[in-house]
């Protein structure tokens, strides 16, 4: 941690937020909001801000999905996460399931093969144990099929009403692949756009049972481990392949987004193309949520050099997780730092980072 | 998607812009009264596929964007008390008030939800004897049925803590207003389908009568919409002016009656102010007598409120259709969806906020890329 008399205000000890580096954005909220954790520009922020001035080094400064550095002779990805989803079981998942594959896959999209996991449990006062038994359970499952172990733990118990049942943390290390320079920074122009399945599955499933909305045909989280079917895609077009991402919390255009910034160049997707299920639309319609900023927790994005674009989907579609994997765009010189969508009317529109949650319209 | 993939069908649309194009003699202005209009045109880019000479005007129809600062303040007040559960439908969160936004009070401790449904905060009101559980009843005649429930299920159940914080405001009363300004330049309507599925058509006619316009009910599909575009011109071209309806999937003349029969029990007629437009008469709907003790502003009698819009914000200039959206000395400066200054950039159906989040303020030959690739 920096210097605490840097954050704090002698008088009243409120976090003074105008004397920071950068000063506007985090003084528009001198809370936290939800919005800083929805995977948009309010969380952008708090990490540039905030927690990167406080820890910069190296192997951070990067803010890919997982860390790289060397250790003794390897080269080592590190990744962490946390998980307050709820509810803690939902259809397709739960939080454990979440937690490992969460985990798994930032440092499988960072090219490293997961190893070793760290779980830490966070349990409120009162909270079953049959629940805790079920969420361990799908752990270990979950952690069977990506094919890592869960090495070290901790649990700590906070007070009725002080936490919400249970949080777990995952930390997790794997070892880079060899040959393989991935990273977020590194599309490039005529790269292809590939994603390997429908999108928006996993945040309609949560937001279908969290609020009570019931649709006639249940959505299903698609919760999953990507290592494998990136392995196989790494396998098939190895360096081929230039930036990977799981397209999380914010979705789809979040992550887009990202690579266009980080790698300064201008990317273009054919909104017709994008991969969506059809129950997926209609929750969206009805809720005024457009599936590119919708979570996933089982698919990647992959940005590969165009002659090996054909390869790397046919690898994609021929493993269970990805067969119904697409070409939905590609990387431009035009409009750099843009994610821009080709309309089925043939028209031309930006998609932006959103700024914090998406939120239901009126009507 | 069953009803909606088949309205977006970009062939179709092409050739409905052409027969657009060449049914098109003479200029002409068209307003959009929703904001879920607003919002697709702009989305699947259906002004740039018309004629120069036919310019579209985003309306007022966006219960978000109208909803008068005063009572978004109101709410902030009330919201921010200890024992009150302030329920609202997501996108009224980050509207600005004078002070703030819903989302800091609840930052600040506030027990703010975001509900779907004004009966869902009935069921918390039953499931909180110890809470008063407020909804903030806003929106167009769409969403006035349920909130008409909300408060007659309130009733029935004799429940003490609910209440509704309501600012329902109604199409036709702006359509008139608008066309009795002396600057008006709207020469046809496009009316907002999801009101008319509510109320029906028939307080169109007399409208169209008055003031010699083109009224076409239309839905918001982009096919729904070149199709609305395309009956107007085609009554504009032939100087003719009657109502018609081009979303005869949803929209009937009579509309829903049972959802009218339970507005009128429970809702009465009031002047209202229009943020940015200022007040219309009988332009809104308020509880009546039997249902005034559900109202929120009775209940919470929230005075000395300081409400002051930013000076730099045009949105009533907006919301009439006087300027668009990037028009706005502020708009993409001063304000933007990150840090608005009106409503109007806030909302998924408010004009600043479509434009500025689908890159309406940058050219079109620099969203042009590289074009689809040919494998």
New interface residues.
Partial sequence: MTDRTQLTEPSNSVPDFANWSCPLPLADYPTIVMGHGGGGKLGNELVEHLFLPAFRNPALENLGDAALFNLGSGQIAMSTDSFVVQPLFFPGGSIGALAVNGTVNDLAVSGAEPKFLSASFILEEGFPLAQLAAIARAMADAATTAGIHIVTGDTKVVERGHGDGCYINTAGVGLLRPGISVGPQRAQVGDVVLVSGTIGDHGMAIMSVREGLEFESQIRSDCAALNCMIGAVLDAVGSGVHAMRDPTRGGLASTLNEIATASNVGIEIDEPNLPVRSEVQSACELLGLDPVYVANEGKAVFFVAPEAAGRALEALRAHPLGREAARVGRVTAQHAKMLVARTAMGANRVIATQIGEQLPRIC | ?KY?TEF???EI??RMAREIHQITARPWKIMEVCG?QTHSI?????D??LPPGIEMIHGPGC??CVTPLVLIDKALAIAAQPGVIFCS??????VPGTDGDL??I???GGDVR?L?SPL?AVDLAVKNPDKQVVFFG???E??APANAMSVHLAKRRGLKNFSLLVSHVLVPPAIEAIMSSPENEVQAFLAAG?VCSVMGYWEYPPLADRFNIPIVVTGFE?LDLLDGIRRAVIQLENEQHHVENAYERIVTYAGNLEAQRLLAEVFEVTDRAWRGIGVIPNSGWRLNAKYREFDAEERFHIAEIHTAESPLCHAGDVLRGAIKPAQCPAFGKECT???PLGATMV???GACAAY????RF?S?E????????S?
């Fill in positions: 998607m909606l977006r069908n970009g649309a092409q879920g702009i989305r699947n880019g259906i740039q596929m219960p978000v439908f997501g996108d009224m969160l980050r989302f800091q609840k930052g600040q975001v779907y869902d806003v929106g167009f769409t969403t999801h982009p969806p990150r840090h909302s998924s159906e500025f989040n689908y890159g940058i079109p620099k969203l042009a890329g590289a074009g689809a690739d494998a």
